[in-house]
């Protein structure tokens, strides 16, 4: 999946819907299409001007195994505007997320259920007892691609209790250990086995139903052509880098290790041109006149008439090692 998520900044957000509606969503199934649907659209209109990528998860499983649907987003901090130009997008409404979450949700409901007075009160209740809205989690944040994939990696391949969760089974009972979601703490939890195993049971998807879905810069309809810009991207991203990558200069490596720069004189601070490099084992190693940045020939049978000219002349001759105390 590494290879299908932009090398750019995620955000994990995990959208919760209270208690009360829940019973009608676990006798209402296709609604978990709808929850996933309405998280990217409040996503996408969070995000203004740009088109993002992003993929949902639905998870219909709470941690002590009942019945908790809640939608799990992965998007890109930024997007592509209308010139397809590159934009980041580091900042996102919370407030507005919520409402938005909230309002879709309970608008969508009275529209499914227009006949029933239930459902119409409880859709009251929850605009009044939620003013702020319904509680999105926005924390998680990812830097790039790798730890992106491996992000929504785990939410995607995950069961709804691991293994090592069950603490004991003696024929009867199962006892299991959660993390309670409001105090942090472990506790045990103990079902019999037959009410274990219909927790298990109703949390498998219905049949042709796409727990993962992408929506954007990540929709299938766009990932043929998207894999092949994002292969042409990486070739240009290696172009540039092999361009203007270059090795150090002798004279940046000793800045950059000592903090001094060898051609600046200690006493006046101006700076010198190096002539000469003398090792006391390997003899001379650099001569400006032979090694210099001569232009032609002639410049360079200038320079060693000059040199041969001068033997006042004061030269630098610079060791290979630093000696400053």
Not at 93 to 108: D, G, I, N, S, V
Not at 119 to 147: H, R, T
Not at 251 to 269: K, M
Not at 287 to 300: K, L, S, Y
């Amino acid at each position: 999946m590494s290879t299908e998520i932009l090398d750019s900044p995620h955000r994990h957000l995990v959208f919760t819907i209270p208690e009360q509606l829940r019973a009608k969503i676990y006798w209402h199934r296709e609604l978990l299409k709808f929850l996933s649907d309405t998280a990217a659209k409040v996503v996408k209109e969070s995000i203004q001007n740009v088109s993002a990528g992003i993929i949902t998860v639905v998870h219909t499983f709470g941690r002590d195994l009942g019945f908790n649907p809640h939608v799990h987003v992965l998007v890109t901090e930024g997007g592509l505007d209308e010139d397809a130009r590159w934009l980041d997008v580091s900042f996102l409404p919370y407030t507005k997320l919520r409402k938005q979450w909230q309002y879709y949700l309970l608008t969508e409901l009275r529209k499914r259920f227009p006949e029933r007075n239930d459902v119409s009160q409880l859709i009251d209740k929850l605009f009044v007892g939620y003013p702020n809205g319904f509680y999105v989690n926005a924390e998680s944040k990812m830097d790039d691609a790798y730890k992106a994939a491996r992000y929504i990696g785990r939410y995607i391949a995950r069961p709804a209790i691991a293994e090592s969760r069950i603490q004991s089974y003696d024929g009867r009972a199962v006892t299991f250990s959660y993390e309670d979601h409001e105090t942090g703490e472990t506790k045990l939890k103990e079902l019999p086995v037959l009410q274990f195993i219909g927790r298990l049971i109703m949390h498998i998807p219905m049949k042709g139903y796409q727990i993962v879905k992408r929506y954007g810069l990540y929709a299938r309809h766009i990932r043929p052509a998207f894999r092949k810009a994002l292969e042409l991207l990486r070739r240009a991203k290696q172009l540039v880098f092999s361009f203007f990558s270059r090795r150090l200069t002798w004279r940046e490596r000793i800045i950059n290790s000592f903090r001094r720069d060898p051609l600046l004189c200690p006493i006046c601070g101006t700076e010198m041109e190096l002539w000469f490099i003398w090792h006391p084992e390997y003899g001379v190693l650099y001569d400006i006149v032979t090694d210099g940045p001569f232009d032609d020939e002639q410049a360079q049978e200038e320079g060693r008439e000059s040199s041969e000219s001068s033997p006042d002349e004061v030269q630098l001759y610079l060791p290979l090692y630093p000696v400053w105390s």
